[in-house]
């Protein structure tokens, strides 16, 4: 059964902080992507990964990087969090393909920044 | 930045009842995906559409995919209360091939009252 886990279910941070969140999968996927999530804008793509120490900005790459050193692992890092980072993050997984593969989630991240 | 709008963005129904849920944009997608996100769970796939026009069935859910390929909808009959939670279409941009990123529409909030 195919797997995405993220370090915390709930994390609450205090501007100024680094905050790292975390994320593995264990299905050799080559792509990786990190979402927030707000009430009426759907998902928007912060960064994705399509291999080791790769990378590319989605979105609203703005107070975020990545990190992905493990083709398993892929983090994501608030440099100083701010309040406008307080927000639902969502991290998933897809293969290589010919067509658009299914991208597989994680549970999310609900991090509130006072 | 190409945008996915769906509507309406809340629906509160009673058990039995059927329903549409539209996804629009000015833009062409190579394919287009609906998810559907239940309370404290990250999304997860539906259904993937991938010719203009084309339809797919999933039980008491019928997509379709428009035949210019700037839209979707889905539509579902005597809705159960086990169909609640937030419905995301997602497209990949472009003409055809495989980007592997997605663009996620606004999502689609419904609530089956038993």
Same mark, same amino acid.
């Given at each position: ?114 | ?38 309370? &404290? ?10 010719? &203009? ?62």
């Amino acid at each position: 059964d195919v797997k995405v886990t993220q370090s915390s279910r709930y994390l609450v941070k205090r501007t100024g902080e680094k905050v790292f969140l975390e994320c593995v999968q264990d299905m050799d996927h080559e792509n990786m992507f990190w979402y927030r999530q707000d009430p009426g804008l759907g998902l928007r793509l912060i960064y994705f990964s399509y291999d080791v120490k790769m990378k590319e900005k989605g979105d609203i790459p703005e107070g975020y990087s990545v990190s992905r050193e493990k083709k398993e692992r892929f983090s994501l890092i608030l440099e100083s969090a701010s309040t406008n980072q307080t927000s639902m993050y969502l991290c998933a997984s897809s293969g290589t393909g010919t067509r658009t593969d299914t991208q597989y989630f994680g549970p999310g991240t609900r991090l509130t920044v006072l | 930045t190409q945008l996915l709008e769906q509507s309406p963005q809340f629906l509160s129904i009673q058990e039995g009842e059927n329903l549409t849920v539209y996804c629009n944009s000015s833009s062409v997608f190579s394919s287009l995906q609906w998810y559907r996100q239940e309370p &404290g769970e990250g999304p997860v796939l539906l259904v993937t559409v991938v010719t &203009g026009g084309e339809v797919k069935k999933l039980k008491r859910l019928t997509f379709q995919f428009g035949d210019a390929r700037k839209d979707s909808s889905l539509h579902i009959t005597a809705a159960q209360p086990g169909d609640t939670g937030l419905y995301l279409c997602a497209g990949e941009p472009g003409y055809g091939g495989a980007t592997n990123k997605l663009i996620f529409g606004t999502g689609t909030l419904l609530a089956v009252q038993p």
